[in-house]
């Protein structure tokens, strides 16, 4: 085998010493003269001598192209299972340190991690001293302590780049992937010097981390190795975990979007991994850093979790980061907090266009809704955040839209063409308007006036009734609408007893059916308007009790009134700015163009501080992202100069997949075996058969070159001989031994 088979195409040069030959044959054309028939017999020795020595010294000069060739290719004999062929060659070791949030189990004293470091010291000691040692920490990105191998033999410079190092790496939040891991092993292991090479992971052998079935994962991995193949080893770190692993969960806030001087509530879970039950723990809620209150879990049973809470009053609006934390000694330190971050509006202008064709009134259609944006101890509802303002038809003429952030229009039977022109350009600007369809709505402003001013849903038809209330469900969960409600435990509108609805056919390419009846009537549709983020929400029933009971009679109505509020309101610019980001998911802020942005900084979890580049965009606005989120916890964004409210605060959580107790089967390892992506699994006592054996067996570099050194001094012995043989056959020099004057004739003067 060869460490560089490329070079073999250097074999094609043993045909340039023929093809000279061919070229450089003498062409010589007889000349009989009479003093020829006394040369005829010795010249005729002379040839049979010059023949065999000319194909010698050509035989040479082919095989020193072809072993030059093969040098070049690095020639090795593989050593086969765990033999020592070959130990003194040098060899190259990769070793893949996983660092996944497991790896901060405890077992016995030490942590797994710290186990890991102890073997890894161990495999040194097995080291011979021309070997090269490199590390790969396994985390969310693998990445080299070192750019290339450190020699063995310089003991003080592996403790100083490769252990100190490891020693001081902050406990593993975040998953990670074995399969790339090994793939960025193998790319490190290439740039060594040495014919010999060997990957060694040292793990818990969680099976999330291996990727187990992921056959594509794993196949991209091989490829990233040419030519030879690196033989991988696993080497477990056996994991006796004694105590009880208590894990807080993620942290909701309800309501989800809230209001400085509002009551908010920040929902979460305790659970307990086992495998001993856990008695009197205690939780602590941190507001920016402070601690606000203190509550406790009396008792959990191994395998069980329990849903807890925090109430507690954001009293400034702004960006504002939360954690909820315990400090019960258990198992693994990395899930014992969660932290979550969230902005505190002050205010969300909300303006009700009423039916009314004036202002002489009490806006009675729009009451419920009014209620629910404020509602009163009579609804028990703390969601309150809107500051609403109810007009008329003709009031509404006069009203400045761009100082609100949705504009709801309630029941109308008709929109002067100039007010409904607004409405599009309002949302086309990035804002939301609601419209909302009930017992004084016609089929002409429906579907006339909203589609010729932009504003169309769909095709409307005759209202529907029908003689049992039909079931309401939820058909888009991942509306903004309605997922804040499932996540809090509102998943369920039931108790409406629903009368009449308008017949409506969306538009299949962009409007979302997010409520509709069990037959599939949509009940509440929405559609984005323009490229700014506007949105537009239909309902196709009314909410002042006359096609439905809706409002005091179903416990939905005020969540699901304020939160299709906070969604139209926040669905520009505010909605790409979400505060609680997914591992790897996009951190986005936007914001006004003024005052000027020079630079802006983002500190990650680790405290590392890294530079983003704020951009201007269309629209004059600030666009600020970055997908440097794969640690968990709490990341600030700065900007230079100081604007009003930083930092801005964003928060990735723990994937719970990452704490999955499940570890490899006899089942998985022999996939891995029998796929090729793993030689097998060692234990310590392996490691010095392992090292020896090697990636790439005894090199032949030393042989090779031997023969070409004596192929070289046979070829310049031939030559020499050769060319005797030449100055032999030379008329001067036989001229100068006399040749000449005995042998030719006298010319005649």
Not at 21 to 36: C, F, I, V
Not at 473 to 497: A, C, F, M, W, Y
Not at 498 to 503: N, R, S
């Amino acid at each position: 085998m060869f460490a560089m088979p490329m070079m073999l195409l250097g074999l094609s040069a043993a045909v340039i010493p023929i093809v000279i030959h061919l070229l450089n044959r003498r062409k010589t054309l007889p000349l009989d003269w009479a003093a020829m028939l006394f040369l005829q017999s010795s010249e005729t020795h002379r040839k049979q001598r010059k023949t065999p020595d000319h194909w010698i010294l050509m035989a040479l000069r082919i095989l020193l192209l072809l072993l030059l060739a093969l040098l070049l290719a690095m020639p090795v004999i593989p050593a086969g299972g765990m033999a020592t062929i070959g130990r003194n060659t040098p060899t190259d070791v990769v070793v893949v340190m996983d660092h996944s949030i497991s790896s901060g189990l405890v077992s016995g004293r030490r942590t797994v991690f710290q186990h890991s470091i102890a073997t890894l010291q161990h495999l040194v000691r097995h080291l011979s001293s021309g070997d090269g040692l490199s590390v790969v920490v396994a985390g969310h990105r693998p990445y080299s302590l070192t750019t290339h191998g450190i020699l063995v033999a310089d003991r003080s410079t592996i403790h100083r780049r490769l252990i100190t190092p490891l020693e001081h790496l902050h406990a593993g939040l975040s998953g990670s992937s074995i399969p790339e891991a090994i793939g960025y092993a193998m790319r490190v292991a290439q740039r060594g010097n040495d014919f010999k090479k060997v990957i060694v992971v040292i793990s818990n052998n969680r099976s999330v981390s291996w990727k187990i079935g992921q056959r594509g994962l794993w196949q991209s991995t091989l490829a990233q190795s040419s030519g030879e193949k690196i033989p991988v080893y696993n080497l477990p770190i056996p994991v006796m975990v004694s105590e009880s692993d208590v894990a807080v969960g993620p942290l909701h806030v309800a309501p989800a979007v809230p209001g400085a001087g509002h009551p908010a509530r920040i929902l979460f879970t305790v659970s307990n991994s086992g495998p001993l039950p856990v008695s009197n723990i205690s939780l602590r809620l941190l507001i920016d850093g402070k601690p606000v209150a203190v509550r406790k879990v009396t008792h959990l049973a191994a395998g069980s979790s329990e849903a807890a809470d925090f109430k507690y009053r954001f009293e400034q609006a702004g960006s504002h980061w939360i954690q909820v934390r315990t400090n019960f000694q258990d198992s693994l330190a990395a899930d014992n907090a969660s932290e979550a971050a969230v902005h505190v509006w002050k205010q969300l202008p909300v303006l009700i266009i009423d039916h009314q064709p004036g202002e002489i009134g009490r806006f009675r259609s729009s009451r419920f809704l009014a209620a629910a944006l404020n509602p009163s101890s009579r609804l028990g509802s703390h969601m309150a955040l809107a500051a609403v303002k109810v007009v008329s038809i003709t009031g509404a003429a006069a009203m400045r839209l761009r100082h609100y952030d949705v504009v709801i229009v309630n029941d109308p039977s008709t929109l002067p063409g100039a007010l409904l022109t607004r409405l599009d350009l309002f949302a086309r600007r990035g804002h939301g308007v609601w419209i909302i369809a009930g017992s004084r709505t016609n089929l002409q402003f429906l579907n006339s006036q909203l589609g010729a001013h932009g504003l169309s849903v769909g095709v409307f038809g005759p209202p529907e009734s029908a003689r049992h209330p039909p079931l309401l469900v939820i058909r888009d969960r991942e509306s903004s609408i309605v997922k804040p409600l499932l996540q809090i435990g509102h998943n369920q509108i039931v108790g409406v007893t629903l009368k009449h609805w308008w017949k409506l056919t969306p538009e299949a390419n962009q409007t979302r059916i997010i409520i509709a009846t069990g037959a599939g009537a949509p009940i509440v549709v929405e559609r984005p308007i323009g490229a700014a983020g506007g949105n537009l929400l239909v309902w196709t029933t009314g909410v002042d009790n006359q096609f439905n009971d809706w409002p005091t009679a179903a416990g939905s109505f005020v969540p699901l009134v304020n939160q299709s509020v906070y969604s139209l309101a926040l669905s520009a610019d505010k909605l790409a700015d979400q505060r609680d980001l997914n591992s790897g998911g996009m951190l986005v802020w936007s914001g006004p163009s003024t005052p000027t942005i020079t630079s802006a900084q983002l500190t990650l979890p680790s405290h590392r501080i890294i530079a983003v580049h704020p951009q201007l965009e269309p629209g004059n606005h600030y666009l600020v992202t970055s997908n440097h989120t794969g640690e968990p916890g709490l990341y600030q964004l700065n900007f230079t100069p100081k604007r009003r409210g930083e930092p801005i605060y964003y928060s990735v959580g723990i994937d719970p997949r990452q704490l999955d107790p499940a570890v490899l089967s006899a089942a998985d390892l022999h996939w891995l075996v029998s796929q090729g992506y793993l030689k097998k699994t060692i234990t310590l006592k392996d490691i010095g058969g392992v090292v020896g054996s090697g990636g790439g067996g005894m090199s032949l570099w030393p042989l090779m070159a031997l023969l070409m050194l004596l192929a070289l001094v046979l070829e310049g012995w031939m030559c020499r001989r050769v060319g005797k043989l030449q100055t032999d056959d030379d008329p001067a020099a036989m001229s100068e031994a006399g040749m000449t004057a005995a042998f030719l004739p006298e010319v005649p003067r």
